[in-house]
């Protein structure tokens, strides 16, 4: 199976966060259309540049250079302080946004996420995916991100450092050579100033030059190092997606569709989709949840939402289906849909469940059948096999779809 990657990364985080942070708390400037930068004690000649607007930008101002170099070629540079519990709170709430996609998340660094989108599709592509993240974080988080779209963790890297801010780039195998090799070498992920500097006296300039070199030579010239730089300039990169799943506080989903629908077996039908989807992420959690949350959005933007406890906590597809299907025929008066979302509550491991003691039979039964599912999903891929009740969705949309 094709791996699918994105590589999401914040664009100007450090100055982004603090002008949103600055704004929330009645800021009436917007740092980031100014000349500003975010740095050290201004005090202190050795306090460097950490992040800086797009205009500080235009002065010639570069992050890693000194404040008071800085200063002088822009003297009305305005210098805030670095925060770091800031910059945690917004590269949290990015992560939650991202753990809606996946489950599959390496936190990079602070601003940077790997995702592995492999099995999490859902019948949109992996480019449909990256345009909807993209929005996603522009509009409900108030920043802007670069999003890498590849088969590995190496080429969405290096996509997501073309061209900026707010692009999302995509860089497969048969795009190597057309967007990949005609850049300095020195742009390659993992090569140094050093390293660069000797690659350029081996009249290797570009990544192409360094693609086309023999392999043996560079073992022979830079050890191990070598041979990873000749595979990287070539686009071999079999590394994993490394992760460790955080126990979330609620798991949701929702989707825009491509066209208002009013007819409720047709939202029946995402919804079980929704469901499906968010009941396998809990089951991999090892979690079950309590409350079950509909939302509708209308043409019209109108927002609806009807909530209900389950009788007994359970991750049962079926189960919590049945519920949402409840919550929806409550609720739904026959407006034109554009958005629909499932999100489940209150949610707790197995161990603390509460049991209903006439309902164990039917509820292993109902275990036993979701298990053997998510077996498959998790093997074949996760469209591998439907529900029934599904397989009419495929006339609605893709799963933008849903």
Known sequence: MVRQILHIDANNAFLSWTALDMLKNGYELDIRTIPAIIGGDESRRAGIVLAKSSIAKEFGIYTGETIYSARKKCPQIKIFPTNFSIYMHYSNKLYNLLSEYTDIIERFSIDECFLDMTNYLQNETLLEKANKISKRVKQELGFTVNVGVAHNKLLAKMASDFEKPDKV??????????????????????????????????????????????????????????????????????????????????????????????????????????????????????????????????????????????????????????????????????????????????????????MNLFSNESIEKQDKLDKVLDTLKKKYGYESISRAGKMNVDDIVKFKKY
């Open 169 to 354: 780039h995509t860089l497969f195998e048969e795009e190597i050579p057309s967007k990949l090799w005609p850049l300095p070498v020195g742009e390659l992920f993992m090569i140094g100033k050093k390293s660069a500097i000797k690659l350029n006296n081996m009249q290797i300039r570009t990544i192409g030059d360094l693609a086309k070199t023999d392999i043996n030579i560079l073992i022979k010239r830079f050890g191990k190092h070598g041979k990873l730089m000749w595979e990287y300039a070539n686009g071999i990169d079999n590394s994993e997606v490394e992760y460790k799943i955080e126990k979330p506080k609620g798991v949701g989903n929702s989707v825009t569709l491509p066209m208002d629908i009013s007819n409720i077996n047709k939202i029946q039908e995402i919804i079980l989709s929704l469901v499906e989807h968010v009941t396998y992420r809990l089951r991999r959690y090892d979690l079950v949840a309590n409350v079950v949350n509909v939302q509708l959005r209308t043409k019209d933007f109108k927002n609806f939402s009807h909530q209900g406890k389950l009788d007994v906590a359970t991750s049962s597809t079926k189960i919590i289906y049945k519920k949402a299907k409840e919550l929806l025929e409550e609720m739904y008066k026959g407006e034109a849909v554009r958005l629909v979302g499932v999100r489940l509550d209150n949610l707790e491991t197995k161990e603390e469940m509460q």
